[in-house]
């Protein structure tokens, strides 16, 4: 009896693969998508399986150029995939592969960021107002209990991740620089096809249809870290805080996590942090709009402390005294406290909505 085989094809090579590794690969098919992507990393869509070869699951990769890289960027790495750094509102990194020119860092999956939730180009579940300053002050509190210190807090850092229950994540902690300090500007398209699991967000680039060659420069945005950045007459390297009779110093470097590593991230501290956090309230809150004013006058409205927009919000606000507090032009604040005052008051508020809603039901 003649027995037939089936030879098994061999299956030609996946379209549109950016990179794969033995753990890390991705597609090249954008997950941050919106207006602008110009800093010297993309975040891809693509799969982790450190863990166990069989268990291959959807991961976020970010690519960096090696020269774009903090420095001892592998700490923070290793903190990550050993637990030493671990926050529900912490935006994970699994591990990295690299090739010549770049690194790809695995992250936790995520669907949007704040920016383009308050652009209007994301329209999925988001939790409730409380919830989301609640959440984002506690991933600051707990890097700043770590010892750390973020620095680069803007709408473009804090994400959106569609878990059960949704949350708010801080991301973008210690892997790359932020575009302020990364001379070169790299000019990527925006010309991106939305494909499944993506279909809450839309994307709008009307400046770029009418002028394909416009660049980085032309197009400042309000998410360049530079106006989320406390002033500089604001900030010292050292001073002494007066808290319930007893005096501590602030420095600009902060504990590190891990005692045998002598870490920080250059220009990065606490009040910084805190300062950032308050403008972020404010932006979410009035979805889109800086408490100093807009990309011409903020930079010298945050030297004056102007915060011509804070009219905006009720002064009964849930958040109005908080975020006055934490975008305040005191040079004695305790910037943690003050963050730790703030989630408090988010918390209070997120049960009472909570509350309310099991009434209404």
Not at 186 to 212: F, Q, W
Request: proline share 5%.
């Amino acid at each position: 009896m003649e027995i037939k085989v089936n030879a098994r094809k061999k299956q030609p090579p996946e379209i549109g693969l950016l990179f794969e590794g033995k753990n890390v690969s991705c597609r090249n098919r954008p997950l941050r998508l919106g207006k602008s992507n110009c800093d010297s990393s993309s975040i891809y869509r693509g799969t982790w399986k450190g863990i166990a070869p069989s268990a291959e699951f959807k991961a976020a990769v970010k690519r960096v150029k090696k020269t774009d890289c903090m420095e001892h960027w592998e700490i923070v790495v290793d903190w990550h995939k050993n637990g030493s750094l671990n926050h529900s509102n912490v935006l994970k990194v699994f591990g990295f592969e690299e090739d010549i020119e770049w690194r790809y860092f695995a992250l936790e999956r995520f669907d949007a960021t704040l920016e383009q939730f308050c652009k209007g180009q994301y329209t999925g579940p988001i939790p409730y107002d409380n919830q989301v300053l609640y959440q984002i002050s506690k991933g600051l509190i707990y890097l700043h209990k770590k010892g750390l210190a973020h620095g680069n807090l803007t709408p473009k850092t804090i994400q959106i991740a569609k878990s059960d229950p949704v949350k708010m994540k801080i991301s973008d902690f210690g892997l790359c620089q932020p575009i302020d300090v990364i001379a070169e500007k790299i000019r990527r398209p925006t010309d991106i096809h939305l494909h499944s699991g993506l279909n809450d967000i839309k994307v709008v680039d009307e400046t770029l249809e009418s002028n394909p060659a416009a660049t980085c420069e032309d197009q400042e945005e309000l998410s360049h870290p530079k106006f989320w950045k406390r002033p500089k007459i604001m900030r010292s390297l050292s001073r002494s805080v007066s808290r319930s009779g007893s005096r501590r110093s602030v420095s600009k470097s902060t504990t590190p996590i891990n005692k045998d590593n002598n870490y920080s991230i250059p220009g990065a501290t606490i009040e910084g942090d805190s300062f950032a956090a308050g403008c972020l309230f404010f932006y979410f809150l009035k979805r889109g709009l800086h408490p100093f004013g807009d990309v011409h006058s903020i930079l010298t409205n945050v030297q004056e402390w102007k915060p011509v927009n804070l009219k905006e919000l009720e002064e009964h606000h849930f958040a109005y005294e908080p975020i006055v507090d934490l975008i305040g032009n005191s040079t004695t604040a305790d910037g943690n406290q003050l963050l730790i005052d703030a989630a408090l008051k988010f918390r209070v508020g997120a049960f009472a909505i909570s509350w309310k809603m099991k009434l209404k039901k």
